[in-house]
T-cell receptor, first 111, second 116 residues
Framework: SQKIEQNSEALNIQEGKTATLTCNYTNYSPAYLQWYRQDPGRGPVFLLLIRENEKEKRKERLKVTFDTTLKQSLFHVTASQPADSATYLCALDDGYSTLTFGKGTMLLVSP | GAGVSQTPSNKVTEKGKYVELRCDPI?????LYWYRQSLGQGPEFLIY????????DSGLPNDRFFAVRPEGSVSTLKIQRTERGDSAVYLC??????????????FGPGTRLTVL
């Protein structure tokens, strides 16, 4: 089964800076990789999906990269705002039809 | 409906009791997923339905857990003889098309289950 590693320590940054979160996986390279945002007491909300043949994907202030050689995805939040504070989850396909989620990394953006 | 809904939002039960958790997916979504999330962890896959049938139930931890989706819309997760270790937030998600990892999943708010 796939093993996913996300930094368990919270990432603290100042408003306006770029936050970079890391997702590493250890087994086979997935065909798809997804990023979700989760606020306390709520279900995850889909942000971006990137395919194995895509190097980079952007959506507004968000950017995701996918390096199958390094077995790593980076998630960037540019011009960060306090409202971006949340836990961000990385999820990979398991080779069948379901997703395996990482533990998530908490992002804290201070004004 | 506008989104995925789950009832109840909170459920407190005693060890050994039976519980049912309900999920109403987004109308028209054929794929439905159940996950379990413990504090500080990501969602853990339990079972995936495509229409009325369970396409993948490999995540169910043991035979105390069972889920149904008789008409291809609403789903119920059933837990028999609950144990304290079953305490967690149970999340439901739905997606359109054939489901799978190529589609985004829409999550409900979850049901927080506490087993005393």
């Amino acid at each position: 089964s796939q093993k996913i590693e996300q930094n368990s320590e919270a990432l603290n940054i100042q408003e306006g800076k770029t936050a970079t979160l890391t997702c590493n996986y250890t087994n086979y390279s997935p065909a798809y990789l997804q990023w979700y945002r989760q606020d306390p007491g709520r279900g995850p909300v889909f942000l971006l999906l990137i395919r194995e043949n895509e190097k980079e994907k952007r959506k507004e202030r968000l950017k995701v990269t996918f390096d199958t050689t390094l077995k790593q995805s980076l998630f960037h939040v540019t011009a960060s705002q306090p409202a971006d504070s949340a836990t961000y989850l990385c999820a990979l396909d398991d080779g069948y039809s379901t997703l395996t989620f990482g533990k998530g990394t908490m992002l804290l953006v201070s004004p | 409906g506008a989104g995925v809904s789950q009832t109840p939002s909170n459920k407190v039960t005693e060890k050994g009791k039976y519980v049912e958790l309900r999920c109403d997916p987004i109308s028209g979504h054929t794929a439905l997923y159940w996950y379990r999330q413990s504090l500080g962890q990501g969602p853990e896959f339990l079972i995936y339905f495509q229409g009325t049938g369970a396409a993948d139930d490999s995540g169910l931890p043991n035979d105390r857990f069972f889920a149904v989706r008789p008409e291809g819309s609403v789903s119920t997760l059933k837990i028999q003889r609950t144990e304290r270790g079953d305490s967690a937030v149970y999340l439901c998600a739905s997606s359109s098309g054939s489901g799978g990892a190529s589609n985004e999943q829409f999550f409900g708010p979850g049901t927080r289950l506490t087993v005393l």
